[in-house]
C-alpha cells in the first residue's frame, strides 16, 4: 500500500501489532485513571461537604505537574521510551494501591475525616509527579511506532481510545461507587492498571535519539519551550485550548450540581460525568473516517466557541436530561479540538524534540484542567455554583474573540 492509500484508509495505523498493543495498554489505563479521577471528586466532596475541596484535588496535581513538566521532556527524550512508560504506570499501581488502604475500615478507625483528606490530596501530588512523564511519553511511543505516512489516522484513534476510556471510565466509576462503595472501585481501577502493564509489556524498546551528554539539561528545556513558541500553530492552538479549559471546567463541579442542584443519583452523577466523553467519543470516530480536510484551524476556533456557549447552558440547566445533552454536545465540540490541536503537534514536532514539545502542551493543555479545577472552586466558593460557570462560559468565548482577531495563522491554517 502506497502512502496515498495509507493516508485515505481509516485502519491504516490499526494494520500495525504494536500499536493495537499501545491502544490497548493505554485504553485500560485510562480507563483507571478516569475512574479514579471520578472516585476522588465524588470521595472527597463527601468527606469535607465543600465545593472547594474538589478544587483542592485538582490543584495538589496540577502543581508537581506543571512544576515537572520542562524536566520531564527533557527525560523523555534521552531515556529509553519503553522503560520510562512502564515505571510511570507501575508507580501509578502503587497510588492505587494507597487510595485502597485510606479507603478501608482499618484507616477509617485510626484517622478522621479531615486527614483522611489530607492523605489524599498529599497522594494526588505524587501522581502528578509521575504524570508530568508517564502522559507525555505515551504521545512520544505512538510517533515512534508508526510511519508519518499514517500519523494523522494514528493520532484520532489514538484520541478515540483515549475518550473512549474516559467515558467508560467515568461511567462505569459513577456505577461501582453507587454498587461497591469506594474500596470495591478501587480494587477495581488497580485490576485495570495491572491489564494495563500486561499490554504495554509487550512494546518494543524505543531508545533516545538524543545523547544523554549533548547538551546541558536547561539549554535541553530552554530549546523546546523557544520550539513551542516559534510555531505560531502550536502556540496558538495551545494558548487557546489553556484558556478555554481553564475557566470552561464544569465538569468539575458535576459533583456539586448532582447533589445540590440537580437532585440526582450517583449513577446519574456517573453519567453527567461521562457525558462530555460520550460526545467527544462520538465526533473522534465521525472523524476518523470522514477527516476535516480543509479550514481546520477556523473550525478549531468555531468548536470552542460551541464549547463556551453550552457550559453556559449547562450552568442554567435544571433538568437533569438537558445537561446530559449540552455536555455531550460540549464533548462533540472538544473532540474537533483535540483532534486537531493532536494533528498539528505530531505533524509539526520534529522526533528528537517530541519528548520536550509534548511536555509543552502537557503543561498547557493536561495542567490546565487540574488549574481550571481549582479555579472553579475558587469561583464557586466565591461567586456562587451557578454564576460561577455562567462566568467561565462567558470567559471561554471572550478567549474565541480575542484569539480569531490576534493569532491569524491559527484562524487560516490547513494541513
Known sequence: MNNAEQKNNPYAAIAI??????LMGRFCFIMGLRMMSTLLN???FHLTSTPIAIGIIGL??????FGFALYAGHVIDISEKRKLLLTGVCLYLTTSFIFLFLSTPVTSTHLNSHWIAVCIYCTVFLTGIIRAFTGPTFNVMLANIVPKSVLQN???WNQGTWLAASVSGHAVGGLLIAYIDITGTLITVSSLIIVALFFLVRLKKKPALNERGEKKTWDSVVEGIRFVFKTKEIFGALTLDLFAVLFGG???MIPVFTTLILHVSAIKYGWLNAASDVGS??????LTFFPLKKQQGKKLLLAVAGFGTCIIIFALSRNFWLSFAVLMISGMLDGISVVVRGTIMQLKTPDAMRGRVLSVNSMFINSSNELGQFESGIAAQALGNVPSVIFGGCMTLLVVMVTWFKAPTLRKMEY
Do not use: D, G, K, Q
Not at 17 to 22: A, C, D, G, I, T
Not at 60 to 65: G, R
Open 250 to 252: 464544569a465538569v468539575a
Open 17 to 22: 501489532p504494536e500499536f493495537r498493543n499501545l
Open 281 to 286: 467519543i462520538c465526533i473522534i470516530v465521525l
Open 60 to 65: 495538589s496535581e496540577f502543581l508537581p505537574a
Open 154 to 156: 494514528a493520532t484520532t
Open 42 to 44: 465524588w470521595w472527597i
